[in-house]
């Protein structure tokens, strides 16, 4: 089996031309976040802008907390997204009938505090599972992502889902080698650490984090396939 580098998807995207500086940097996907208590929340004027550059350049993403089922399949219908992530508490059926209802890829992500909640993952029979961080601080509790902390890999040991893992949670180009090592990600996804603001990206850190991707050593690592 040829071995590969993970893929790249950077989230938290609310403008053209960061959108499109992530995709000339060769990133899979970009993340446009639809929760309104989200500080990287893209605006539908914005996604459609983004939508109409990027499309069958890039993987689009569309990111959601508990939305309501009309409302997700509406906005994925409006912007043609390839990807769909669910990141409150969305249940199994729910997950299923997005993807049946909209034909898109299912990204089903779940915060990690201790080994239940990557069991917990487990139920979801979707396309991708995204592997985020619960913080530690309460305020923060409700950004559902983009934290810039890390959870304990280790906790990934026990994992026996084939699900292809997206991993995030304060990943940087500091760290992402040890966490290509540490979980073998189908993956890595990219908020706070590449930004210079919330919301608007930095192109060093930006350039950095897809560059230290794919300089990761292949050799000393599984790779997970893109699923059929």
């Given at each position: 089996m040829t071995q590969t580098c993970p893929k790249v998807k950077i989230c938290g995207i609310t403008d053209l031309d960061d959108a499109v500086m992530a995709a000339e940097l060769g990133a899979w996907a970009v993340g446009m976040i639809f929760y309104e208590g989200s500080?990287?929340?893209c605006s539908l004027?914005?996604?459609?802008?983004?939508?109409?550059?990027?499309?069958?350049?890039?993987?689009?993403?569309?990111?959601?907390?508990?939305?309501?089922?009309?409302?997700?399949?509406?906005?994925?219908?409006?912007?043609?997204?390839?990807?769909?992530?669910?990141?409150g508490e969305e249940g199994p059926s729910y997950c299923a009938e997005v993807k049946r209802a909209s034909g898109a890829s299912v990204i089903k992500a779940g915060q990690v505090s201790g080994p239940g909640d990557v069991r917990d993952l487990e139920r979801f029979h979707v396309d991708f599972h995204l592997l985020d961080?619960?913080?530690?601080?309460?305020?923060?509790?409700?950004?559902?992502?983009?934290?810039?902390e890390t959870f304990d890999w280790s906790l990934l040991g026990a994992r026996r889902s084939k699900v292809p893992l997206i991993l995030s949670?304060?990943?940087?180009?500091?760290?992402?080698?040890?966490?290509?090592?540490?979980?073998?990600?189908?993956?890595?996804?990219?908020?706070?650490?590449?930004?210079?603001?919330?919301?608007?990206?930095?192109?060093?850190?930006?350039?950095a984090f897809i560059d230290a991707v794919a300089a990761c050593d292949s050799s000393e690592r599984l790779t997970v396939g893109q699923p059929a």
């Open positions: 500080p990287r929340r004027e914005q996604a459609q802008q983004i939508a109409a550059a990027l499309r069958r350049k890039v993987a689009l993403c569309g990111v959601f907390v508990n939305a309501p089922l009309q409302e997700v399949l509406r906005t994925s219908e409006e912007l043609d997204l390839n990807l769909l992530q669910l990141h961080a619960r913080s530690r601080i309460p305020a923060r509790r409700a950004l559902r992502g983009g934290t810039g949670g304060g990943l940087h180009a500091g760290n992402v080698a040890e966490a290509i090592a540490a979980t073998h990600p189908f993956a890595l996804d990219s908020a706070s650490a590449t930004e210079a603001a919330p919301g608007r990206k930095d192109p060093a850190k930006l350039r």
